[in-house]
């Protein structure tokens, strides 16, 4: 499976980024998706994840409320909306293929990586 990443880009505090991720092709199972990034000179960390049906989602507590995941079962498309931008959001940003129907937090449960897209808020 490979993913296709975009929306990545250079905004100010306060602005709004989409993000969108697309698999090339549903995998044999239910695999929930989300969203990983990692900032310069830090590690990958977990942002948000969505169950295979779309009726769960679990969010990194430096997120909850600004960023919003959804994900198109149909189009095998997830997509993360992200409000209120600080300079701390700046980094790589990575859509993730879960092992698991529910999605996950844990890197060593992501099946499928998508490249990279930077995004960096400036203040």
């Known amino acids: 499976v490979q993913l296709q990443v975009s929306g990545g880009g250079l905004v100010q505090a306060g602005d709004s980024l989409r993000l969108s991720c697309t698999a090339s092709?549903?995998?044999?199972?239910?695999?929930?998706m989300g969203w990983f990034r990692q900032a310069p000179g830090k590690e990958r960390e977990f942002v948000a994840s969505?169950?295979?049906?779309?009726?769960?989602?679990n969010y990194a507590g430096s997120v909850k409320g600004r960023f919003t995941i959804s994900r198109n079962y149909a189009s095998s498309t997830v997509s993360l909306q992200m409000d209120s931008l600080t300079p701390e959001d700046t980094a790589v940003y990575y859509c993730?293929?879960?092992?698991?129907?529910?999605?996950?937090?844990?890197?060593?449960?992501?099946?499928?990586w998508g490249q990279g897209t930077l995004v960096t808020v400036s203040s």
């Open positions: 993730a293929v879960s092992r698991y129907a529910t999605g996950t937090s844990r890197l060593e449960n992501v099946h499928y």
């Open positions: 092709r549903r995998t044999s199972s239910n695999n929930g």
């Open positions: 969505i169950s295979w049906r779309g009726d769960s989602a």
